[in-house]
């Protein structure tokens, strides 16, 4: 049986963080109950027209995401540069930079993309964030990951989650103009979503399992 979007995000979570990032790690596994619903369920195009096949259909969003995912770790391993102490928050936004992409979580899923869901989805992820802290001091005192470095990684993911849109930051269907990448950091996310956007990108998600 073959495993469930959200089972391979769980697993990809795990071995991503796992025990050096404890915090970080259970965060983006609440995260994951947090999210839209129809993130598990929608396409990753509401068109059809400006993705590949496998995102596409039920839970297509879910699986372009583990591809930006997946994109990214492939980047980085070509990257020369050290960006060592930033590869946690750029791996958080790479999984959930399309998190609001129909629109917040008011059980009211947008029927196209809102142009505005890298702002959107920034701001999701850093609440959620305030909010894990408030509930979870007495987890975080006992683990060897300190409450200043949490917030360094989420304030990566949200920098690199606004600008994953890259140079496509106008919509004649909107008049908000979205941030531009501007560090090595935000543009390789940026990039990695590009890629896995490709018509002509194809994926093994046996690869996940």
Known sequence: MAESEKEMFRKAIVSEFGPMKPVLCKFAQELLD???GYF???AASSTGKH????SNGEGGLARHSLMVYRWLKELLRANEQDMSDHVPGMCLAALFHDCCKRGLPDNVVQEHTAFEHPILAAKFV???ADAFLKNNKDFIEKTSEDEDTFKQDIAMAASCIQ???GRFNTSRHSDIVLPKPK???QYMVHLADYIASRKYTQFD???FV
């Open 34 to 36: 947090a999210v839209p």
């Open 40 to 42: 598990w369920t929608e």
């Open 51 to 54: 993705h590949p096949a496998f």
């Open 126 to 128: 850093m609440d959620q």
């Open 163 to 165: 600008t994953h849109m």
């Open 183 to 185: 560090t090595p950091m």
């Open 205 to 207: 998600f046996d690869f």
